[in-house]
């Protein structure tokens, strides 16, 4: 039976009854030869005075849409409604599905109920959906912030097209597409499509591995500062980075300040972080142990990452900025991959906060047990983003 997304329901004897003799199972149509599609809305700012002409970031996504005379689309192969701002981790599980709590996606397929990915080469995909592949012709439209689908909003509420493009799938290949603003202060928007080779490189289970991008658009690191207020929860980052940035990692054991340094791991310099939002090349993954941590009993440890972004020529050994509090003018952010994702550093109040990168969950005879993952870190103007995608594990045995 194709994977499928179905909601998880708690039903009375009583209830259940009635829903099988009331309601029919949803059927999926087999698609063959599929690619795997992923959607993110980044369109990360806020309606406030200064932008109050602006349509607010809640989209639909249409892939191949069928129009009308007057140009309204009244049906399309593939829907993707309610498609709100992206969250700031990514989890490695659909961990929104069957929430019932928000008509909101905060990615596509998210809450959809459509054929997802399988186990491909050991990772599991089922955040990704089944898509026909070949050529495709894709809209994005801004819509109203409300609970009625799309092809059931007034006509003149089908109108709002943000973008109007066109796009190739491969047949069992892996696409992450963005939705970005391109430029900050004429405030063009695009789309970036990545075709992912994780799931085709040889990885060991014994490491960690994270990609870096900066998907900022272009303008937004020299904006004024009074344009950048809604993201000021990202620390230092809020205000953006330069063009060219380092990147320096650091692990640590203590959850909750820097006092517990793993040895041999501290301001490694991973590489370079260049600004691109057009070519859509993969960034090269880099690695650190699952176990770095000599006294960890290779079953479990609770390290945790950290990353200094910096331009050429500064070093976080010798940084002017932190020990003063001082704004760093794109030239320093750094970023804290802790267990929670929100505890913040004693005294450092620059940093942006993540979860961590391992995941460490109930497996097998072990709770918890660590395990290594594939990560991606994605800065869009001045927000960090977090995707984690896991291998399949042993289920919990109790």
């Keep these: 039976m194709p994977q499928s997304r179905l909601k998880n329901i708690l039903l009375s004897p009583i209830i259940l009854l009635l829903f099988a003799a009331g309601c029919s199972k949803v059927e999926y149509a087999k698609i063959d030869d599929p690619a795997y599609l992923r959607v993110f809305n980044n369109l990360n700012y806020t309606i406030g005075l200064d932008n109050k002409d602006e349509a607010v970031p ?7 849409p069928e129009m009308d005379k007057d ?15 992206r969250e700031p981790y990514a989890p490695p599980y659909p961990s929104h599905i069957g929430t019932g709590i928000s008509y909101k996606n905060v990615e596509y397929p998210g809450k959809e109920n459509v054929l997802v990915g399988p186990i491909l080469n050991g990772f599991d995909l089922s955040s990704w959906a089944q898509i026909p592949s070949g050529k495709h012709r894709v809209v994005f439209l801004f819509r109203p912030v409300n609970n009625v689908p799309f092809f059931d909003l007034d006509t003149k509420l089908k109108r709002s097209v943000l973008i109007d493009t066109t796009m190739v799938l491969d047949a069992k290949e892996v696409y992450t597409l963005h939705v970005l603003q391109k430029n900050f202060v004429t405030k063009k928007n695009g789309v970036y499509l990545r075709k992912e ?64 340094p793993v040895y041999g791991y501290q301001n490694i310099l991973l590489g370079k972080l260049t600004r691109n939002s057009e070519v859509l090349e993969v960034s090269p993954y880099y690695n650190f142990p699952l176990f770095a941590d000599g006294k960890s009993n290779g079953k479990f440890t609770n390290i945790w990452q950290r990353l200094d972004l910096m331009t050429p020529g500064m070093d976080p050994a010798n940084n002017p900025y932190e020990a003063f509090q ?8 750094p970023v804290n991959c802790m267990t929670d994702g ?21 497996s097998g005879v072990y709770n918890p047990r660590s395990f290594s993952t594939v990560n991606t870190i994605e800065i869009v103007n001045g927000n960090v983003y977090l995707t984690t ?8 045995i109790y």
Excluded at 326 to 333: K, L, S
């Design 342 to 362: 929100k505890s913040q550093l004693i005294g450092n109040d620059n940093a942006a906060q993540l979860p961590n990168m391992i995941v460490n969950i109930h």
């Design 58 to 64: 809640f989209l639909t996504m249409l892939i191949d």
């Design 326 to 333: 001082m704004e760093t003018d794109g030239n320093w952010a």
């Design 71 to 85: 140009g309204i689309p009244v049906k399309a192969a593939v829907k993707g409604d309610f498609l709100d701002q």
């Design 197 to 260: 080779n994780f799931h085709k490189l040889s990885l060991s289970d014994s490491l960690v591995y994270v990609n870096f991008y900066n998907m900022s658009a272009k303008g937004f690191v020299n904006a004024s500062k009074d344009q950048k207020t809604s993201y000021k929860k990202s620390g230092a980052l809020y205000g953006g980075i330069k063009d060219e940035m380092n990147i320096f990692y650091s692990l640590y054991t203590s959850e909750k300040t820097m006092k517990g």
């Design 389 to 396: 995608v896991q291998r399949k594990y042993a289920p919990p």
